[in-house]
């Protein structure tokens, strides 16, 4: 089971609830995570296609090709310079 975690005056509009907990059979990334949770997650997929979500794992600064595993928890902010996907400014 894992986590999402979504902040934000720019995110929370689009999901129904700031907390909610998945299924997942093995190891995918934050990508294909969150696009399989289209139905509770689709009003993000708008940002994740733009690359305006800035990732974490387990707290942990991430980009959106990052594994994700049984148990982690992911948080979803928005960022407001797309030219970085992920939260890569952070670590150059």
């Known amino acids: 089971m894992v986590t999402i975690r979504v902040f934000g005056q720019t995110l929370l509009p689009c999901v129904e609830e700031p907390e909610m ?3 997942i059979a093995g190891p995918l990334s934050v990508r294909a995570l969150l696009e399989s949770q289209s139905e509770t997650l689709g009003g993000l997929l708008t940002f994740l296609h733009k ?3 800035m990732v974490t794992v387990n707290q942990k600064v991430s980009t959106l090709d990052s594994q994700v595993n049984d148990g982690d928890v992911v948080t979803l902010t928005h960022q407001f310079n797309p030219e970085y996907e992920g939260a ?3 670590n150059p």
């Open 88 to 90: 890569m400014w952070h």
């Open 51 to 53: 690359g305006e979500l």
């Open 21 to 23: 907990q998945c299924d």
